[in-house]
Structure formats: structure tokens, C-alpha cells
């Protein structure tokens, strides 16, 4: 069974653009999540989305955001961009619920906003 | 919300040597998972172990839920266990399932 796979896995940015990454979650897994992780922060939860409905949100602001397909794939926008956007974003999957709770990472998307 | 302390934070050994890793939290949870992110920074998952033990080679893992700690061992370390081990906790309550908390992480270092 294929991973999970993220796409870009690198961009380049400036100041004040929108950027939107994608997750493709594994096979048959209905929930994505996404995390940020930096060197000040660690890793920090951003959002889930189970069955194209958002479930859980972290304390970020409204300039990120997120949305599910009926697929699973996920993407996730952030608008706006500020230099402390720069980051590795993180997307998991898992069955979701009472099916499993194991998440699986993909490799990241390396975001450097100049 | 839930809270995650992770000791020590950095561990340096000699080939060979064994190590234990403590994973603190502050609640109860319903998903534990211990994590070895390569220089890539890709995470791997090493277990899933809200309760129990489990074993994997020359990895283990323990976790008392009632105490609420989790103990993460590797034997005879070896150059490539080098790199960040984080636990990562979902607490029981409501639908948070899909929220996992992170620690700050432990760094690794195995030398030759």
C-alpha cells in the first residue's frame, strides 16, 4: 500500500502570497491531519478533517485553512504569507474513530518564505 | 489542553549502549505514539501504545496509563537510531482523536 504522499515537497515564497499545499492519505483512511513544525515551536497542530468535515482545529489564525474531498485528499491555504510561516508542514492519515488511531506521516512540504 | 514532557532532551551514546526514553502527560488518552523523525524529517512511526507493552526488534515500549507515562527502550543503539524521537498523545476526551500533542522531542546521538 502506498505511504502518504504530500505535494510540493518544496516552495519558496514571499511575503503577503497564498500558498496551498496537498495530502494524498493512504488508501481507505478517512481522516487527514496537518501539523507545523518549527524550531521555536516543535510541532503544532494545525487541523483535521474526517470525511470532508473539519473536526478538530488548533490555535492558528484564520489565515490558514483547509478542506477534505470525498476522496480523502486533503490541501491546505495559507493566505497571506508572513516570515514565520516558514516551516515543515506535516500531513497524516488514519482510519479515523473507533477504526484506528494510528496516524502515518508523509515526508513534508519544506516551506521558506523570504 | 493536554501536556507532553519528554527526558532527556538530548542522549548521547556509543554504539552498542542501551537507552530509555520518558514520555510524560498530563491526562488521560486514547492514542500514544512514538515517533523517530529521520534527517529528511520524515516521522516514522515506531508504535502505537496507549496501554501495555510492545516490541519490535531491538525496540520497546511501555506505557502505564494510570501513571500516565510511557518509556521508550532501544538496545544495542546503532548509528542509524540517531535523529529525534518525539511521543505524540491525543487526549480521551470528545473526538480529539485525530490531534495528536507532541513533546519537544529527544535527540538522539549514536556515535561509532
Known amino acids: 500500500k502506498a505511504g502518504v504522499t504530500q505535494t510540493p515537497r518544496y516552495l519558496i515564497k514571499t511575503r503577503g502570497q497564498q500558498v496551498t499545499l496537498s495530502c494524498s492519505p493512504i488508501?481507505?483512511?478517512?481522516?487527514v491531519s496537518w501539523y507545523q513544525q518549527t524550531p521555536g515551536q516543535g510541532l503544532q497542530f494545525l487541523f483535521e478533517?474526517?470525511?470532508?468535515?473539519?473536526?478538530n482545529k488548533g490555535n492558528f489564525p484564520g489565515r490558514f485553512s483547509g478542506r477534505q474531498f470525498s476522496n480523502s485528499r486533503s490541501e491546505m491555504n495559507v493566505s497571506t504569507l508572513e516570515l514565520g510561516d516558514s516551516a515543515l508542514y506535516l500531513c497524516?492519515?488514519?482510519?479515523?474513530?473507533?477504526?484506528?488511531?494510528?496516524?502515518?506521516f508523509g515526508p513534508g512540504t519544506r516551506l521558506l518564505v523570504l | 489542553g493536554i501536556q507532553v514532557e519528554q527526558s532527556p532532551p538530548d542522549l548521547i551514546l556509543q554504539e552498542g549502549a542501551n537507552s530509555t526514553l520518558r514520555c510524560n502527560f498530563s491526562?488521560?488518552?486514547?492514542?500514544l505514539q512514538w515517533f523517530h523523525q529521520n534527517p529528511w524529517g520524515q516521522l516514522i512511526n515506531l508504535f502505537y501504545?496507549?496501554?501495555g507493552t510492545k516490541q519490535n526488534g531491538r525496540l520497546s515500549a511501555t506505557t502505564v496509563a494510570t501513571e500516565r507515562y510511557s518509556l521508550l527502550y532501544i538496545s544495542s543503539s546503532q548509528t542509524t537510531d540517531s535523529g529525534v524521537y518525539f511521543c505524540?498523545?491525543?487526549?480521551?476526551?470528545?473526538?480529539?482523536?485525530?490531534?495528536?500533542?507532541f513533546g519537544q522531542g529527544t535527540i538522539l546521538t549514536v556515535h561509532p
Open positions: 497524516a492519515s488514519s482510519l479515523g474513530g473507533l477504526a484506528g488511531y494510528t496516524q502515518y
Open positions: 501504545i496507549p496501554s
Open positions: 505524540a498523545v491525543s487526549d480521551a476526551g470528545g473526538t480529539s482523536y485525530g490531534k495528536l500533542t
Open positions: 478533517y474526517f470525511s470532508e468535515t473539519q473536526r
Open positions: 488508501s481507505g483512511h478517512r481522516s
Open positions: 491526562d488521560s488518552v486514547n492514542n
